[in-house]
């Protein structure tokens, strides 16, 4: 499989079905072991797919057509910048001028669309609140104590992440003095040290924070962000099992909302042609994947309901 042509490393880890088949296509016992390798197979061989000089003018993002309506999902950092703000009403104005309908993730409209009427909000992020809810477990959205060693160990995931942001804006402060080869080498040693299993799965490194750093800045390179994205993240079912097994609330205020977001427009949509849906770029991949599902015959189940 190491070996393989990258069409068909890709071809394998896209129709594995579960990481149990994953580990019998990479010839290993272990499901970690497959899901590590799968990982670099699947970002070497995306890499070499990809067009690093594709056309981004406009506002970059990825078509499906389901039974033809245009579904074109936008991923942005949604870091609430001037820059961005600017960059992303241009575009959706654009888009509502001629009669498109665009929905956005739970928050983005709020943010940067608050005086567009005809911006749907999807209620993806409420969808997610329920579901952890009827959990049978811990969770990490409960109100904690206010003081105390008790607060710090209940909170230590959002310690570690504060951590990771002030020591990744500490490197990336860094660069124009030591250029940008040793910002990222240091980057990506602070990586390895602040990046759990359950991270892998969501995306969170160096370099996928410098650049939603720079594109917040320069929307021109949320292009570059969206393919970072493209090859970081396995196919859906891959990546939810995996991060069901280490985080399962994680699991659904990230991927899971992927499912939903992808539903909601379905569902939503009865007659425009042409249809936006402008997510953080962390789940473009995702919301894609689901609207392929959709393409290829999925219908909205039956469960459906708005929140």
């Not at 579901?131 to 209940?154: K, Q, T, Y």
């Not at 939810?240 to 539903?263: C, F, K, Q, S, Y």
Request: net charge negative; with cysteine; glycine share 6%.
């Amino acid at each position: 499989m190491d070996r393989a042509d990258p069409a068909d490393r890709i071809d394998a880890i896209r129709t594995a079905e579960d990481l149990e088949e994953l580990a019998e296509r990479f010839e290993v016992d272990s499901v970690h072991e497959a899901y590590f390798r799968a990982k670099v197979a699947w970002e070497t061989a995306i890499r070499q797919t990809q067009d690093p000089d594709s056309d981004d003018e406009g506002l970059p993002g990825t078509r499906v057509v389901v039974d033809g309506h245009a579904f074109h999902v936008h991923g942005v950092t949604h870091a609430g910048t001037d820059e961005e703000r600017a960059f992303l009403r241009e575009h959706v104005s654009a888009f509502q001028d001629r009669d498109a309908v665009v929905y956005c993730e739970q928050g983005i409209r709020p943010m940067y669309f608050g005086d567009f009427p005809a911006t749907c909000e999807m209620d993806d992020y409420r969808w997610a609140m329920q579901r952890c809810a009827e959990l049978d477990s811990p969770s990490h959205l409960e109100v904690l104590p206010e003081s105390g060693v008790d607060a710090l160990l209940e909170n230590l995931p959002a310690v570690t992440e504060t951590f990771r942001k002030a020591t990744f804006s500490l490197i990336d402060s860094g660069t124009p003095v030591y250029g940008e080869a040793f910002e990222r080498a240091l980057g990506d040693v602070a990586a390895d040290f602040l990046t759990t299993h359950a991270d892998l799965a969501v995306g969170k490194s160096y370099e996928a924070f410098a650049l939603s750093s720079e594109a917040s800045r320069n929307p021109e390179r949320l292009g570059d962000l969206q393919r970072y994205y493209e090859r970081n993240f396995l196919p859906q079912p891959l990546e939810r099992e995996w991060l069901r097994g280490h985080d399962p609330e994680l699991e659904i205020v990230t991927h899971a909302r992927n499912e939903r977001m992808a539903d909601y427009a379905v569902f939503h949509n009865d007659d425009a042609e042409e249809v936006h849906l402008v997510v953080g770029a962390a789940h473009q991949p995702g919301v894609v994947y689901y609207l392929e599902r959709y393409r290829d015959g999925r219908t909205v189940p039956d469960s459906f309901e708005l929140v």
